[in-house]
């Protein structure tokens, strides 16, 4: 079993930055690695992506705020986070796409971030 390990979450004003990182408890192949989060009483979104190749995606609402990367020979992931926002508060997922036998989606435990105005 893969587990994902995250780590940077806290309290922050808002105009400030944090930094999310995300790793697996082993080494195993990851194609897509990606960010989500959930606010209260919201549904878990989407927040950037990034393929094996390098590619990434963000959600609208982050563009031009938020930085995600990935080390393939470590295999972890970060998100950068700046000019953060009150409504970017929310607890962030981790998800990666591991071969496990089979392409399977793990997530991590969640770290929350909070953004205070």
């Known amino acids: 079993q893969v587990q994902l390990v995250e780590s940077g979450g806290g309290l922050v004003q808002a105009g400030g930055s944090l930094r999310l990182s995300c790793a697996p408890s082993?080494?195993?192949?990851?194609?897509?690695m990606a960010w989500y989060r959930q606010a209260p009483g919201k549904q878990r979104e989407l927040v950037a992506s990034t393929a094996s190749g390098g590619a990434t995606n963000y959600t609208e609402s982050v563009k031009g705020r938020f930085t995600i990367s990935r080390d393939n020979a470590k295999n972890t992931m970060s998100l950068q986070m700046d000019a953060l926002k009150p409504e970017d508060t929310a607890v962030y997922y981790c998800?990666?796409?591991?071969?496990?036998?089979?392409?399977?989606?793990?997530w991590g435990q969640g770290t929350q971030v909070t953004v205070s105005s």
């Open positions: 082993k080494k195993i192949s990851i194609n897509t």
């Open positions: 998800m990666a796409r591991c071969w496990y036998g089979t392409w399977e989606d793990y």
